[in-house]
């Protein structure tokens, strides 16, 4: 590869998190009143060209379609955290994903770090159990509830990701969108009486799809180079940019302790993707006793 495959990369990532960013700013902003089936129909509904990348194998793959389940799930309540909660406990929440993913690789299916690693997920950990439990803000209904279904899918990624690999990644993406709408459409159809369309956003839903869906192929993107450590190192400004628009746009109150908190996870989150990895320690319990 050469240096402008990697400048490329970072390009992409820097282009998707800047996107994502401007995704979650209009569903704040402008998508706040629009129910959530809608706005996620919507979205599942512009990804749904990608299905002409899904193979038969993958659409008859359990692990594929309960992932897909998972994350169609926490899509949805990240909709909701969005709309009905903080805009920081929603970044702050997001954050917290790479931790969990590698400590359920870690416990459950065979994923080998080195001490340090396993050191610093430890801190990270602590630390991001800190910021939530000292800032009361982000202790709404829908922050909470995004974290759990954050923590769903990480256990669902690290156990997707022992049996599927990176050649996956766009025939999945089309088995999520299509999961998503026909989910989300069902449920439409059944609690259609409950809230009316809300038409004056569609103009508003329709661009935020489409944001959306650019963000996520310029992820596949970058991360289709050997250069994913430094693709993914960008996402790491995500917290901090929604810090700053939480309290300059949305009026939300950003503590010291969750600033710095924040910080203090990105640096380790940083850290421990810049590390090497040193195999020194296994899994610590027996992956084929314990699967999700």
């Known amino acids: 590869m050469k240096s402008g495959s990697k400048n490329l990369s970072i390009l992409y990532s820097l282009c998707a998190l800047l996107l994502y960013i401007l995704s979650d700013f209009i569903t704040k902003k402008y998508l706040?009143?629009?129910?959530?089936?809608?706005?996620?129909?919507?979205?599942?509904?512009?990804?749904?060209?990608?299905?002409?990348?899904?193979?038969?194998?993958?659409?008859?793959?359990?692990?594929?379609?309960?992932?897909?389940?998972v994350n169609t799930v926490n899509s949805m309540a990240g909709v909701y955290a969005l709309t009905?909660?903080?805009?920081?406990?929603?970044?702050?929440?997001?954050?917290m994903r790479p931790l969990f993913v590698s400590g359920f690789g870690i416990l459950f299916f065979g994923a080998l770090y080195s001490?340090?690693?396993?050191?610093?997920?430890?801190?990270?950990?602590?630390?991001?159990?800190?910021?939530?439990?000292?800032?009361?803000?982000?202790?709404?209904?829908?922050?909470?509830?995004?974290?759990?279904?954050?923590?769903?899918?990480?256990?669902?990624?690290?156990?997707?990701?022992?049996?599927?690999?990176?050649?996956?990644?766009?025939?999945?993406?089309?088995?999520?969108?299509l999961v998503g709408f026909l989910t989300c459409l069902f449920l439409r159809v059944v609690f259609w009486r409950e809230t009316a369309i809300d038409f004056d956003a569609i103009g508003y839903s329709v661009c935020n799809a489409l944001i959306a869906l650019a963000a996520s192929l310029l992820v596949i993107l970058g991360y289709r180079t050997k250069y994913k450590v430094q693709a993914s190192a960008i996402n790491y400004l995500r917290l901090p940019i929604s810090l700053v628009l939480a309290s300059t746009f949305f009026n939300e109150t950003v503590t010291i302790v969750t600033a710095a908190g924040s910080l203090f996870i990105i640096a380790i989150v940083y850290e421990i993707g810049r590390s090497k990895v040193e195999p020194e320690i296994g899994p610590l319990l027996d992956p084929q006793e314990k699967r999700l």
């Open 32 to 69: 706040h009143s629009t129910s959530i089936l809608d706005i996620s129909i919507m979205r599942f509904a512009v990804g749904l060209p990608l299905i002409i990348f899904l193979s038969t194998p993958l659409l008859k793959d359990r692990h594929a379609i309960g992932f897909a389940i």
């Open 84 to 95: 009905s909660g903080s805009l920081a406990g929603f970044a702050i929440a997001s954050q």
């Open 115 to 177: 001490r340090k690693i396993i050191k610093l997920l430890l801190v990270a950990f602590v630390a991001s159990v800190f910021v939530f439990s000292r800032d009361t803000d982000l202790h709404q209904t829908a922050n909470i509830f995004f974290v759990i279904t954050v923590i769903l899918q990480s256990a669902s990624f690290a156990a997707f990701g022992s049996h599927h690999t990176n050649r996956d990644v766009l025939g999945f993406t089309g088995l999520y969108n």
